[in-house]
């Protein structure tokens, strides 16, 4: 088969299950991982033949698209700020969203102008510390997540992209304190409370690790709690807690952290839906 013939076929067997213009991204996404060509040589190539066993390969992918595997797993990467992440079924892939409570953290780091001891809780991927190390070389990062299998993730990403991260491995829910201070803690942790699968959608519930994103109904805020009684323990003077946050669970977070004796402050995304906070002990 040619890739023109290729692409009809894809067309053909993906149509019914993924809308028009994200299936155009995604066959070309599936032929450059096969063939290694990127849009333009595909161009170039459209009469081209591929080998049996590149159209094979493009199959057992279509396959897999067929039954809502998130194109992420499917090729085992993922783009967060600008750089390639390995992922697999033991770590979400990295959020948009999450790149703006980075950006953040990126931004008050640069007003602090001094190297600082940053600690993400949860790290799943490493996506969070490998790219603030990346951004801030002079700070000090450390990746903390109750899975060996994450942290295997997050340790192949480090050394990807060539940076240097701690590694623990500790069950936030069962800590009370750490053996380190920090000058910045960040968490992107499970917040999704269990009443809410029914609304989500398939590819995540099937593939994406259910202990990184579900909580109970009946406490929802449970990690938050945690992570601020662990913050009250080991942030440093002036020291910062950094959360991602369910978009409807501001107020209640807000709440929390000022029981808890913080100050906060919450923040929007760019969809305007309140997706950040930042708070530091009163």
């Not at 088969?1 to 213009?21: G, H, N, W, Y």
């Not at 948009?96 to 640069?110: F, K, Q």
């Not at 060996?148 to 500790?170: G, P, Y």
């Not at 969809?271 to 009163?282: D, E, P, T, V």
Request: hydrophobic share 45%; glycine share 4%; proline share 4%.
């Amino acid at each position: 088969m040619s890739l023109q013939e290729i692409k009809i076929f894809l067309k053909q067997k993906l149509s019914s299950k993924i809308d028009a213009v994200e299936l155009s991204s995604l066959i070309g996404m599936l032929i450059e991982a096969v063939t290694g060509w990127n849009r333009m040589r595909q161009i170039v190539n459209v009469n081209t033949e591929l080998t049996k066993e590149q159209q094979k390969q493009i199959e057992q992918y279509a396959e897999q698209l067929l039954v809502g595997k998130p194109i992420q797993y499917i090729l085992a990467k993922a783009w967060f700020m600008g750089n390639e992440f390995m992922v697999n079924e033991h770590v979400l892939i990295p959020r948009p969203e999450t790149e703006e409570l980075v950006e953040w953290i990126i931004s008050y780091a640069s007003i602090m102008n001094k190297p600082l001891s940053i600690l993400d809780l949860g790290t799943g991927s490493g996506c969070i510390p490998i790219a603030l190390k990346l951004a801030l070389p002079n700070c000090t990062l450390t990746g903390l997540d109750i899975s060996k299998d994450a942290l295997a993730v997050a340790q192949m990403n480090a050394k990807n992209l060539n940076v240097s991260i701690d590694w623990m491995e500790e069950d936030i829910l069962n800590t009370a304190a750490l053996d380190t201070s920090y000058d910045i803690m960040v968490s992107n942790p499970p917040y999704i409370p269990i009443r809410e699968k029914k609304d989500m959608q398939e590819q995540v519930l099937n593939f994406e690790p259910l202990i990184a994103l579900f909580v109970s109904n009946e406490d929802p805020l449970i990690y938050y709690r945690a992570i601020a009684k662990i913050g009250k323990q080991n942030l440093s003077k002036n020291g910062q807690l950094f959360f991602e946050i369910h978009y409807d669970q501001g107020k209640a977070i807000l709440a929390l952290l000022d029981e808890l004796n913080y100050h906060a402050e919450l923040r929007q995304d760019s969809f305007g839906k309140n997706r950040m906070i930042r708070a530091s002990l009163k």
